[in-house]
């Protein structure tokens, strides 16, 4: 089946940047990847960045102007860049895509890739 896999994550101090990417791997089987998530300890997995429908994009309140979204349509992979990255941006972060069959979407999440960003 198809699966995805992020990458790119690591230890960064504040006001550096990381790139995430996000790929599908294992299968041929078509996936729309929607975009990023992310969650902390103790916390609600949130949204990130995604995109919307028309092809625009969409970033939580407190990444706005700071991360950006993008996809690369020939390889199928969606990447994440993170600049002036805060404490606050720490947390697990997942990509998520969808596969559409003519009943209904199935979900699909990455395993997930540590962002720590030190004070």
């Known amino acids: 089946q198809a699966q995805l896999v992020e990458s790119g994550g690591g230890l960064v101090q504040a006001g550096g940047s990381l790139r995430l990417s996000c790929a599908t791997s294992?299968?041929?089987?078509?996936?729309?990847?929607m975009g990023w998530y992310r969650q902390a300890p103790g916390k609600q997995r949130e949204l990130v960045a995604a995109?919307?429908?028309?092809?625009?994009?969409t970033y939580a309140d407190p990444v706005k102007g700071r991360f950006t979204i993008s996809r690369d349509n020939a390889k199928n992979t969606v990447d994440l860049q993170m600049n002036s990255l805060k404490p606050e941006d720490t947390a697990v972060y997942y990509c998520?895509?969808?596969?559409?069959?003519?009943?209904?979407?199935?979900?699909?999440w990455g395993q997930g890739t540590q962002v720590t960003v030190s004070s």
């Open positions: 998520h895509a969808v596969r559409m069959t003519s009943y209904r979407t199935y979900d699909y």
């Open positions: 294992g299968s041929t089987l078509s996936l729309n990847i």
């Open positions: 995109f919307t429908t028309g092809g625009s994009t």
